[in-house]
């Protein structure tokens, strides 16, 4: 069934054409009638039992039999308003005796019918030699015509060579577009016998297949006033389709702008009141289209403009629509994975999508210029030149959506992780396309492009599972061996009993004699990731390191190249003794903690020492604290036979 038989069709007519004609059209009854009876039985004596056989087109001759009686039908079908199917099936065979591939494929159809009428009127008034002296296919093959035109006139005929078309002989696409030329030069010529007389008028003034002919014959005479090649009637017959579709699209939009507002903050997949805008305009224009070929009967340059328009709006529907669905595709993906709309991911997200949707633009932009008759290969070379000549023009801006897509790919960061990079420290807020922000330690944004970034050194301290604290600290040259032993053992114990420091990765070592001190290394690392608490470890840390220098009997030197007099006390010598003799007790008992202390030891002090201190609000309560009455290594205590068998055995204590 054709489009102009459907059910929708119908309903289309009787909203558009009847309200615009009815003001003003008496439709008869009786022509009703006559018309359904004289299709019936026009049908019934016109059938064929080989519809789908093409017209024999293999010589001049063939080709103007062909399309004489295939237009002569087409012409006779309309008048008697038969349904437009019928019509248009003789109109087809008769374009087949044209070239029409100059014309563009969204308005060939409609353009043909116009050229078949053109060359009907002209064949009808001007004189054809006798049908047996136009060369038949015997003459073609003997004298291996090509090409043949009508004596006295410039209608040429041409053999096709190639294509669907091949060995037929049809008119040039010259000839096809010189015919409204050659209809003034022979419009006051009188028509031959059996000619179409006003064929062609009728097909400009009058209505088209869908409305019948006595609806307009009733009109005042003042509705035939010609304006521009078109009656009135056909001006206000245009201006009511286009305003009523018009009218429909702009509150099918407002419907859906209200219900898009409606529905906001919900998923993106409900928000369908824009897209449905252009759904309908891609199911609406083919409509608009058929009423006004088919139904007013817009024609020459005016329809071209029409229809172009139409098919326009078709084109950039169905191009917005596209974007629309995959635009939401990726708002789809971010709200089901819980993305930050900020987020780095979310960013590469809408722009892949974006990417996508101006491919399948472009590609629907090359299809809408084909069907325009646009060519496109020439277009599509002068983009390439352009774009280059474009790409020059933006290669910052590439490199830094490059440098978008490295960060994306990579993850040396992401938004909320604090890092270094280059000379500076911040805090990540937000990965763009183009460039990255970043607060930094004095409260200030940061902004990096991209590709920039991505080439920096970049330190991520989010990601670090523990904080390191490292320091050298300098005795006076003054220790004495044991002293110095005696401050390293109790570093190592403090360390290891703090609870806030790895005790796997624990290192205090003397490395070496500096040039005014010697020197102690301490490399340790802190149990946190927060900042804050980092500094409090630290501290805490340091300050107990003080304690365990100065309760040693020894100091920090100072490298100072400063010569002054004073009156130095010196070392404490009763309280340096008396950790000389605590040093021998450790040798003679097997609890020399050197090169490394004992497991047993280390197990026995692990977790003990007040971390908070004492006094702080976060420190322990002392009865957690049953280990710390007792001092592992305090002078004159002796361990218990079981842990020296211990200690013994233990490979780490032998000297």
């Not at 002919?213 to 003042?222: E, F, I, K, N, T």
């Not at 420190?619 to 001092?631: G, M, T």
Request: glycine share 8%; hydrophobic share 45%.
């Amino acid at each position: 069934m054709g489009l102009g038989e459907t059910w929708f069709c119908k309903i289309i007519r009787a909203l558009i054409i009847v309200p615009v004609f009815l003001s003003f059209i008496a439709l008869p009854q009786e022509s009703w009638a006559q018309g359904g009876a004289s299709s019936n039985d026009q049908q019934s004596l016109d059938f064929t039992p080989y519809p789908l056989r093409p017209p024999q087109l293999n010589s001049p001759q063939e080709t103007i039999k062909s399309f004489l009686s295939n237009a002569k039908e087409a012409i006779e079908r309309f008048r008697n308003e038969e349904p437009p199917d019928a019509v248009r099936r003789a109109l087809r065979r008769a374009m087949l005796c044209l070239d029409l591939s100059e014309f563009p494929s969204a308005t060939r159809e409609s353009t043909g019918t116009e050229k078949v009428l053109l060359l009907k009127e002209i064949l009808d008034r001007i004189g054809l030699p006798p049908l047996e002296e136009i060369p038949d296919l015997a003459a073609v093959t003997a004298e291996g015509l090509t090409t043949w035109t009508i004596p006295q006139t410039e209608l040429t005929m041409t053999l096709v060579e190639e294509g669907p078309q091949a060995g037929a002989f049809i008119f040039t696409a010259r000839t096809v577009d010189l015919l409204e030329h050659f209809y003034e030069l022979a419009e006051f010529l009188p028509y031959k016998r059996g000619a179409s007389v006003g064929a062609y008028e009728d097909f400009l003034y009058g209505p088209g297949t869908l409305i019948p002919r006595s609806w307009v014959d009733g009109l005042p005479s003042w509705f035939y006033l010609i304006i521009g090649n078109q009656t009135l009637w056909q001006w206000f017959g245009l201006a009511a389709v286009l305003g009523f579709f018009l009218a429909i699209t702009y509150f099918v939009y407002q419907c859906g702008k209200t219900w898009d507002r409606a529905l906001q903050g919900m998923s993106p997949w409900l928000h369908f009141g824009k897209p449905m805008t252009s759904v309908f305009i891609i199911l609406a224009m083919p409509f608009a289209s058929m009423l006004v070929d088919d139904a007013i009967n817009i024609t020459g340059i005016t329809f071209l403009v029409v229809e172009l328009v139409i098919e326009a709006a078709t084109f950039l529907a169905v191009a917005w629509l596209a974007v629309q669905i995959i635009t939401r595709m990726g708002e789809v993906i971010i709200n089901a994975r819980h993305l930050r709309a900020a987020s780095l991911n979310s960013q590469m997200i809408r722009t892949l999508t974006r990417l996508v949707a101006l491919v399948v633009v472009i590609y629907i932009a090359v299809v809408a210029g084909d069907s325009f008759g646009i060519p496109v290969a020439p277009l599509v070379a002068g983009l390439g030149v352009g774009g280059l000549a474009i790409a020059l023009a933006v290669r910052p801006t590439l490199e830094n959506v490059v440098g978008g897509f490295i960060l994306f790919a990579d993850k040396p960061v992401s938004v909320g992780d604090f890092c270094s990079f280059g000379t500076m420290m911040g805090t990540v807020e937000e990965i763009g396309i183009r460039s990255t922000r970043l607060r930094a330690l004095d409260r200030t944004i940061v902004t990096v492009p991209n590709a920039e970034f991505a080439n920096m050194q970049l330190v991520n301290w989010a990601r670090c599972d523990k904080m390191l604290i490292e320091t050298t600290i300098g005795l006076r040259y003054e220790t004495k061996p044991d002293q110095l032993r005696y401050a390293l053992a109790k570093l190592r114990e403090m360390l290891y009993a703090h609870p806030k420091i790895d005790s796997e990765t624990l290192r205090v070592r003397f490395v070496g004699f500096g040039a005014s001190s010697q020197d102690i290394q301490i490399r340790i690392y802190a149990l946190t990731l927060d900042w804050s608490e980092f500094y409090a470890i630290q501290e805490d840390v340091f300050l107990r390191i003080a304690d365990i220098v100065e309760g040693s009997g020894t100091g920090f030197a100072f490298p100072s190249h400063t010569l002054y007099l004073g009156r130095d006390s010196g070392l404490d010598e009763e309280r340096g003794e008396a950790e000389l003799k605590e040093v021998a007790s450790w040798r003679k008992t097997g609890r020399f903690p050197f090169p490394r202390m004992a497991a047993g030891q280390r197990e026995r002090i692990a977790d003990t020492l007040d971390y908070p201190p004492k006094g702080s609000p976060d420190a322990r309560h002392p009865e957690s604290l049953e280990a710390e009455s007792a001092e592992p290594l305090s002078r004159g205590a002796a361990s218990s036979d079981k842990d020296l068998e211990k200690d013994k055995k233990d490979p780490s204590t032998q000297k």
